[in-house]
Structure formats: C-alpha cells, structure tokens
Antibody
Framework: EVQLLESGGGLVQPGGSRRLSCAAS????????MTWVRQVPGKGLEWVST????????FYADSVKGRFTISRDNFKNTVSLQMNSLRTEETAVYYC???????????WGQGILVTVSS | EIVLTQSPVTLSLSPGERATLSCRAS??????LAWYQHKPGQAPRLLIY???NRATGIPTRFSGSGSGTDFTLTISSLEPEDFAVYYC?????????FGQGTKVEIK
C-alpha cells in the first residue's frame, strides 16, 4: 500500500523558515518523481515544486522560486521542502504527492498545515 | 503559464443525476489532463489521468473525455459520496497548473 506521511508543519513567523518532510512507503521511491502542492484555506490547489526520480531536476512555481528548495533522500525514502522567507499568504495545507514529472499526481499524503503568523 | 478554466463554479444536483464538468485550457494540452476529487480534510484523489484513463480503483461512473483545449469529466449517476470539489490539472508544461475547481453540491 502506498503511503505518504508529511511532517514538520506548525506555526512560523513571517520571514521565518520551515522544513517539511514526506516519508514514502509502498512503492519504488527512487524512480518516482515527487511533488509538493498546497492549498490556502478557502482556495484551490496550487502546485509548488517537483523533483525528478533521481533528483537531477527540480521545478518550482515562480511564487516560491529562490525561497523554497525541494530535495530527496533515496536511501531514506523521503522528500523535503525547505521553505525560507515565508509570507503570511503562504499559510496553507501542504500536500506531498507522487508524480508530477512524466505523470500526474497519483498518490497524495493527508497534508500538513503551515501557519505563517506573528 | 497554461490557464485552466473550469465551469461551472458550482453544480447543484441530486443523487442519481448526471454531472458534467468542463475544463478549458488556454493552449493545447494534447491529452495531458487529469481530474481530481477533493473532500474537506482529506487528501485529493486522482480520478482520471491523461484525459480519459480511470485511475486505479475509480468506479466506472466516472469518465473523462476531450483533447486539445476542451475536456469533460462526467459522473453518470451521482452517489452521495461524490459530492465534493473537482479539479482539473495539466502536465503539458511547467508550471503545472490546476483549474480553480468545481464544487458539486447536493441540491
């Protein structure tokens, strides 16, 4: 069974940093692209970032480019999102999902809330 | 950036009725479009990938069609568990984008 479990959410001050992690199991992680998608409360889904299976390619939404960094550890089966210079409007539920490079997002985690507030 | 426009914004229907959701792209997607179902407090669920392929475990009442710039998700007969928000999403180019969503609500 495919499982994706996000961690690292919580309250962070504007301008602060937070690192999200997603632990994956139940599939061949090393050759699967992984993606982060977020949902601001009351709004729709927004793609944030994707990393290719071997990690050689990374892609970012313009709104986070230069502030967020996606990475993966194919030994630990984890994908992470380092978020710097966070803004209040980035308060959202962040979802980890499989796919996004040569496929759609076929499995999703339950999501983790990041609240950016003073 | 490819913009996806979904219509209608809200669809009010009764169980057993047919639901037809539309997604229009600002440029051709070939067939690289997916549909997701999202309920509050849950993970989004992939329903249809590459325009017309049902994902694993998805009931046959869900079907997708279209190519190029116009796509449709059809739910042939609404079940109580189908009332949710539905999003289309493209993987033709970067950035990946979603439509703004269609809420299917109980009439």
């Amino acid at each position: 069974e495919v499982q994706l479990l996000e961690s690292g959410g919580g309250l962070v001050q504007p301008g602060g940093s937070r690192r999200l992690s997603c632990a994956a199991s139940g599939f061949t992680f090393w050759n699967s692209a992984m993606t982060w998608v977020r949902q601001v409360p009351g709004k729709g889904l927004e793609w944030v970032s994707t990393i290719s299976g071997f990690g050689g390619e990374t892609f970012y939404a313009d709104s986070v480019k230069g502030r967020f960094t996606i990475s993966r550890d194919n030994f630990k089966n984890t994908v992470s999102l380092q978020m710097n210079s966070l803004r209040t409007e980035e308060t959202a539920v962040y979802y980890c999902a499989r796919g996004g490079h040569f496929s759609h997002f076929d499995y999703w985690g339950q999501g983790i809330l990041v609240t950016v507030s003073s | 950036e490819i913009v996806l426009t979904q219509s209608p914004v809200t669809l009010s229907l009764s169980p057993g009725e047919r639901a037809t959701l539309s997604c229009r792209a600002s440029q051709s997607l070939s067939n690289y479009l997916a549909w997701y179902q999202h309920k509050p407090g849950q993970a989004p669920r992939l329903l249809i990938y590459d325009a017309s392929n049902r994902a694993t475990g998805i009931p046959t009442r869900f079907s997708g069609s279209g190519s190029g710039t116009d796509f449709t998700l059809t739910i042939s007969s609404l079940e109580p568990e189908d009332f949710a928000v539905y999003y289309c999403q493209q993987r033709t180019s970067w950035p990946r984008t979603f439509g703004q969503g269609t809420k299917v609500e109980i009439k």
